[in-house]
């Protein structure tokens, strides 16, 4: 299984090298059509690959592994985008990715442009299987932005991590020829990921403005509900009120 893992990261950095050696700024559709023969012969060494488009929030191609990876069915991905990706990250690691991912953009864009262009971003989470169980994958990025400077695509590959390698933690690395930076979530988003999604979602219209009746009315229960939640969430938290609760929503 290591000497696996140990190839599929042969693989990954090899097409980053090529990948290097490319424009930032490219259209998606010529870079689909110029990578897809030889990213869908990945699929063979058991490494998923895909092209995430930020102004469509959706996969704009995936290999044949993809799908195999999550054991789902092309159509779900393709129909529900990065919500797909959300439903089947574990509920304790997707905040933790956004944050860690969050701040990987932002050393990002405090580099050079000879470091942008050998750069090389990596993260480790959890991900949930059809019969409930969970396992850890190691997933590589490169982004390209569009000729205003903005996200435009990411080209990614996802492979599944085995034996004793995995970091057993959400961790981001951000690699460059000269540097490697560590990024790794904060307390607060630490103690956001305990909540529930029902949890969050209150959490969310709370912040917003709307009081437990409104946010009630609008996710359809009880207005007792919402306190009920209220109270769970301060005691996750470890805050005294639901200010102090919704502020840490800041850094997300």
Not at 31 to 48: C, F, R, T, V, Y
Not at 76 to 100: A, N, W
Request: net charge neutral; hydrophobic share 40%.
């Amino acid at each position: 299984m290591e000497d696996l893992e140990f190839k599929a990261d042969l693989e990954i950095k090899n097409w980053f090298s090529i990948l290097r050696n490319a424009k930032l700024n490219r259209n998606v559709d010529h870079m689909i059509a110029e990578m897809s023969p030889g990213l869908n012969q990945l699929a063979d060494a058991k490494i998923a690959t895909f092209v995430y488009d930020f102004r469509q929030s959706n996969y704009r191609y995936f290999n044949s592994y993809f799908p195999q990876i999550f054991q789902v069915n092309e159509e779900k991905i393709r129909q529900e985008g990065f919500q797909f990706m959300q439903s089947v990250t574990h509920p304790e690691d997707f905040l933790k990715c956004l944050y860690v991912t969050k701040q990987a953009v932002i050393e990002f864009s405090r580099m050079k442009d000879i470091e942008q262009q050998s750069s090389l971003f990596r993260l480790f989470f959890r991900i949930r299987r059809p019969n409930d169980s969970w396992v850890w994958v190691m997933q590589s990025n490169r982004t390209y932005t569009d000729d205003d400077q903005q996200l435009a695509f990411n080209v990614g590959f996802l492979v599944e991590l085995f034996g004793n390698q995995h970091p057993f933690k959400v961790i981001g690395v951000l690699e460059t020829n000269g540097r490697t930076i560590d990024i790794i979530p904060d307390l607060g988003t630490e103690k956001l990921s305990l909540l529930s999604y029902r949890e969050m979602e209150i959490l969310q219209l709370i912040k917003s403005g709307l009081s437990s009746k409104e946010v009630g009315q609008k996710l359809n229960i009880t207005e007792n509900t919402v306190k009920a939640h209220r109270k769970n969430m301060l005691k996750k938290l470890e805050v005294r009120n639901m200010f102090l609760a919704t502020s840490m929503l800041d850094n997300l």
